[in-house]
């Protein structure tokens, strides 16, 4: 079967988008397809697969696969790609309203390769916790922005080691057994933030995480480390800003917006036996 993609990237996170609203793509195949289709050296690759889908009530809904295979139910700049291949379908107009398994999205596409997402309230805060991991103790805030977030406050964001301590803390008994995306941030100046994250998923660091690059935003207001409306720049260079009303522990009106563009479409020979 030859099925029809486009590849997008958003802040350097790149995804695989595939219209699934005519169920082409069975739900048994959905983890098997997204660790072949996002392998670098065989097939497309990518940092996920993402499905637009049928929704009873909203414009469409958002499916999302890690690298790996494993099930996410919700991507940051998943979002905005969606968003931007929705409007290239002419599913939705500028400005639509889709469903994820971590809640409702408001999406608004903006000039410049820019789209803006409104997200549902965060969950599960828990700040300055202690975690030990290879011989090194680390303050983690944790927050679920949609997927769940460690953040790391760090003074040399360029030598840290975000594989070796990201994996640790990523597989660490606090956060067993669904682990966390694990980032590390340096406050730099003008509310502006460094962010580096290790994916969950893809289990290594990826040039930008969205819903990392959120909780990083939102923990650092909330730690009085920057002032709403956050300016982050990602490992790729790219930048994006995170904002919310209440800055407090009852946080709301959590808007995320940054970049999202289609680099390429093309179809892909799927086998029967994915
Ligand atoms: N890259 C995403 C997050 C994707 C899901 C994550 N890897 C997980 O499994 O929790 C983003 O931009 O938010």
Known sequence: ????FS???????????????????????????????CDRKYSIGADGLILLEKSACKDFKMKYF??????????????????????DLCVANLKMVFETDAGVINAEILPEDRVRLDLYNPRDLKKDIKVEV??????????????????????????????????????????????????FVK???DNTLLVRTYERGVEDETLACGTGITASGIISVLKGFAASPVKVIARGGDKLSVSLRN???????????????????GTVKIQSEV
């Open 1 to 4: 079967m030859n099925i029809n």
């Open 7 to 37: 590849k997008l990237t958003a802040a350097g996170n790149d995804f695989i988008l595939i219209d699934n609203r005519e169920n082409i793509i069975a739900q048994e195949d959905c983890q098997a397809l997204a660790k072949k289709l």
């Open 66 to 87: 890690n690298s790996d295979g494993s099930y996410a139910s919700m991507c940051g700049n998943g979002g905005r790609s969606i968003a931007k291949f929705a409007y």
């Open 134 to 183: 290879n011989g090194k103790e680390f303050d983690v805030n944790f927050i679920n922005t949609g997927v769940p977030h460690v953040v790391i406050f760090v003074d040399d964001i360029e030598n840290i080691d975000v594989f070796g301590y990201g994996r640790a803390i990523r597989r660490h008994k606090t956060f067993a057994p669904a682990g966390t995306n694990v980032n």
């Open 187 to 189: 406050v730099i100046k």
């Open 247 to 265: 800055p407090n522990d009852k946080i709301s009106n959590v808007v995320l917006e940054g970049p999202a563009l289609i680099t390429f479409k």
